[in-house]
């Protein structure tokens, strides 16, 4: 296991959420995985979408092998401060742009079934 060097506070980390220069956080531990987003083999989005936050639940739901949790230790470079405050501003409006991007349906939905109502009442 690498040595541990750097502390890095989650604001820190939400810094770098770009396919240029891209940290995420697991378990505590800081990973630079920019060199790797091209080759994840469940695309470079998933990563992006995990950068800003905590993303050990998404690590641990997507069931990572063990073979991808060894190659994940190539691109450690640090461990989070817990003592820096962990909510960060970019990292509600990364899961708020999360859920309006998933959702999006709902309300769409809603307003068809709305609109065809109307027209339905209308014509009475």
Known sequence: M?????FYSMK?????????????????????VTQYL?????????????TGR?????FEDAGHSKSA???MEEYFIGE???SAPIFTEKSYHVKLMQLAKQYWAVPVA??????????LYLRK
């Open 54 to 58: 905590d993303a050990t639940d998404d």
């Open 80 to 82: 989070l401060d817990t």
């Open 12 to 32: 820190d980390a939400s810094k770098h959420s770009t396919k240029d220069d891209c940290w995420i956080v697991v378990n505590g531990k800081v990973y630079d």
């Open 38 to 50: 091209d080759d994840h083999p469940g695309g470079d989005d998933v990563i992006l979408a995990a």
């Open 69 to 71: 949790r060894e190659q």
């Open 2 to 6: 690498p040595t541990i060097s750097n």
């Open 110 to 119: 809603a307003v068809g079934i709305s609109v065809v109502i109307g027209f």
